[in-house]
């Protein structure tokens, strides 16, 4: 069964900084691209970031382009959004999710049940 | 950029009802729209690919049609587990993945 579990989300400030990461179990991590979405409370679901499965190819949102980075360790089963320069409006809960077509960009099916990202002086 | 215009963006509906929820590209994406399930408090979840193609284990009193720029989702007969919100998401220019804005269907 496919299981992605994400941690790392908390209390940041205006400009600061923090790793979010997703621990996936339950497939081959190496075979398939991964995605992160976000949701603003209350608000509907945006497109953050994409990773293709050997980590050689990434995509950003226009909204955080520059300022969030996408990585994985196959190693480790494990993928990352490390963000930066966060503002206010990046406060959301921060869902990863598995591409259904593996190597190839698809789309996400599987997904996680977010962690909470909060910017706030 | 292509843009996903959703409606409504709320709909109210009774146990029962059949209910229809339209999605718009802003250019032709072919059959590379999905749709997908938000319960409150949950992930979302796929139930629809390629624009018609209901996800395993999805009850078929869903579906969905269209291609190009226009597409619709439909849920035959409301179940008390179906008052959610759902997405519409274009996948044809991937990466650049876009969703529309969502409907939440309420009693």
């Known amino acids: 069964e496919v299981h992605l579990v994400e941690s790392g989300g908390g209390l940041v400030q205006p400009g600061g900084s923090l790793r979010l990461s997703c621990a996936a179990s339950g497939f081959t991590f190496s075979g398939y691209v991964m995605h992160w979405v976000r949701q603003a409370p209350g608000k509907g679901l945006e497109y953050v970031s994409a990773i293709s499965s050997n980590g050689g190819s990434t995509y950003y949102g226009n909204s955080v382009k520059g300022r969030f980075i996408i990585s994985r360790d196959n190693s480790k089963n494990t993928l990352y959004l490390q963000m930066g320069s966060l503002r206010a409006e990046d406060m959301a809960l921060y869902y990863c999710a598995r591409d259904r077509l593996g190597n190839n960009y698809g789309y996400p099916d599987y997904w996680g049940q977010g962690t909470l990202v909060t910017v706030s002086s | 950029d292509i843009q996903m215009t959703q409606s409504p963006s709320s709909l109210s509906a009774s146990v029962g009802d059949r209910v229809t929820i339209t999605c718009q590209a802003s250019q032709d994406i072919d059959k590379y729209l999905n749709w997908y399930q938000q319960r409150p408090g949950k992930a979302p979840k796929l139930l629809i690919y390629?624009?018609?193609n209901l996800e395993t284990g999805v009850p078929s009193r869903f579906s969905g049609s269209g291609s190009g720029t226009d597409f619709t989702f439909t849920i035959s007969s409301l179940q008390p587990g179906d008052f959610a919100t759902y997405y519409c998401q274009q996948y044809a220019d991937v990466p650049q993945y876009s969703f529309g804005q969502g409907t939440k269907l309420y009693i």
């Open positions: 390629d624009a018609s």
